[in-house]
């Protein structure tokens, strides 16, 4: 879903600046988007590093430049790093639900 519609809207907007991608997967893909970009062609395209985790983009010298975060992640994961996000003080956009419990 964050390929279809908010990274490259976030990439037209002057004002927001993509500072990191989190991709799990080195070649994701959907049967909603097939022109869905490998983590090599979102690097390339955005200009950002992709991070497998958000653990990996919080040790990374990067996350210190990170203000917020947008989470698209499967609904199961929103919670894990909507905390992470939260304690290292970005704001959040996150799609519904918080917790899947």
């Known amino acids: 879903w964050a390929q279809g519609w908010p990274l490259p809207q976030l990439h037209r907007n002057p004002n927001a600046h993509i500072a990191a991608i989190i991709e799990p997967c080195p070649t994701p893909r959907s049967t ?6 490998t983590t ?4 390339a395209h955005y200009g950002a590093p992709v991070f497998r985790s958000i653990d990996e983009l919080l040790a990374a010298p990067v996350a210190a430049s990170v203000d ?3 989470v698209v992640s499967e609904h199961a994961t929103h919670y894990d790093v909507g905390m992470k996000a939260l304690k290292a003080g970005w704001h959040i956009l996150m799609e519904k639900p918080m917790t899947t419990d």
């Open 32 to 37: 909603l988007n097939p022109d869905i970009r």
């Open 40 to 43: 090599a062609e979102l690097t």
């Open 68 to 70: 917020g975060i947008i």
